[in-house]
């Protein structure tokens, strides 16, 4: 096992690693650029270095930086978190290079998985039903003719997308040109990859994503699916588990079609494999993230397996030492992402309680939140015995959460989960839109 893990992240995941780690006995490295200097994950790890300005390319993206922090604290291994560098197969490279273990699967799975486009054959072939769709389409032109082909409306995709980036409905061949240079350049702003896919757009859907976790022994374990259809312009709001709207015999069905692709293709680590569940309650392969994800929390509390520990063990070349029939899906897990809506200073924290209630969160009272980084300030999950009572509990909390100097969309989510169609379950990606 490591002595000392570098963090090459910041937030509430940061926090959370440092947790995890604290817990396993293992010293932390946390790196952080100057806007984050006073930030809490800087004051948990046992040691603390800047690498840089504010600007993310110029610090937590700067990989040359984390290398050398973490060769000059001694740390055998980098956890990279959600983000920034968790799925760059050239950072991953570095690592193993310069002695280091990468925290994630290595450079060749990574590189191999991440193109989407051809992501969809490999999963084809290992058993998976997947979306009608094509490769990485060269021109305008190409993008058009393909889209005939399929049918509209069609999704364009960047191949190596990510956190709802790069993502367009196309209704008609009118929509496509202009479509097509938005996607292509804020895929090249968000990845550096230009290269876009297009798929056949399903509709109604559901977002279902199963929570996997495979060692270098060839023991691949499910961890059960989450909801995540709760989404604004393809940015996630809300997440839970079980999903209301799968039954045990389809559960059972999907993990077991997972379990064997993931055993195919060969993967080890932690990944999560992403679908869309149409009405007729067929589940359609779209993605693999390669990464911890950023509501693995709902998962933890339906099973009670700590998956950033497993992550870390998996990448020492520890052994999962429990079997798929040994994990139990206990009640009902729901967690909603408190985001903010503009910069601000906090004045004043005030975090709900009792049991089963959890906060991840970096926020400490007088933190100021930049323009420079994501806007999600912490993650309120809630557990229970029922969905129903689940729900009680999480407005009972949303309530209580008081974050006080930052605009925060606390007040939506409030609404969001005391909507009608949120209780019955009978909601979908279009939820948000109408």
Known sequence: MFSKILIANRGEIAV???RACREMGISTVAVYSEADKNALHVS????????????????????????????????????????????????ARLCRKNGIVFIGPDPESMESLSD????????????LNVIAGTKAVSSVQEAISKADEIGYPVMLKACAGGGGRGIRLIQSK????????????EAISSFGDGSLYLEKYIYPARHVELQI??????????LGERDC??????????????????????????????????????????GTLEFLLDNSGNFWFMEMNVRLQVEHCVTELLTGIDIVKWQIRISAGIELDFSQEQIKFNGSAIECRINALSCGTLNLLHVPGGP???????????LTVTPYYDSLLGKLIVHAKTREEAIRKMKASLCELVIDGIPT??????????????????????????
């Not at 089963?356 to 007088?366: A, E, H, K, P």
């Not at 969309?409 to 109408?434: A, C, H, P, V």
């Open 116 to 127: 989407k486009a051809i992501l969809k054959e490999v999963m084809a072939n290992a058993g």
């Open 409 to 434: 969309n606390i007040e939506e989510q409030l609404r969001i989960i005391s909507d009608d169609r949120f209780i019955s379950g009978r909601y979908d990606l279009t939820f948000m839109s109408k």
């Open 44 to 91: 948990l790890a046992d040691e603390s270095y800047c690498i840089g300005p504010s600007e993310a390319t110029e610090s937590y993206l700067n990989e040359n930086r984390i290398i050398s922090t973490a060769m000059l604290t001694g740390a055998q291994a980098i956890h990279p978190g959600y983000g920034f560098l968790s799925e760059n197969a050239h950072f």
């Open 16 to 18: 959370r690693i440092i």
């Open 174 to 185: 009118e929509e496509l040109e202009p479509a097509y240079l938005q996607a292509t350049a």
């Open 356 to 366: 089963f209630v959890r906060f991840d969160t970096s926020l400490i009272n007088g």
């Open 229 to 270: 259809s709760m989404q604004r312009r393809n940015q996630k709001l809300i997440e839970e588990t079980p999903s209301p709207a799968v039954n045990t015999n389809q559960r059972d069905k999907v993990i077991k079609q997972a379990i064997n692709a993931i055993k195919k293709i060969g993967y080890v680590g932690v």
């Open 213 to 222: 976790m495979a060692d270098e022994a060839g023991n691949v374990v499910c």
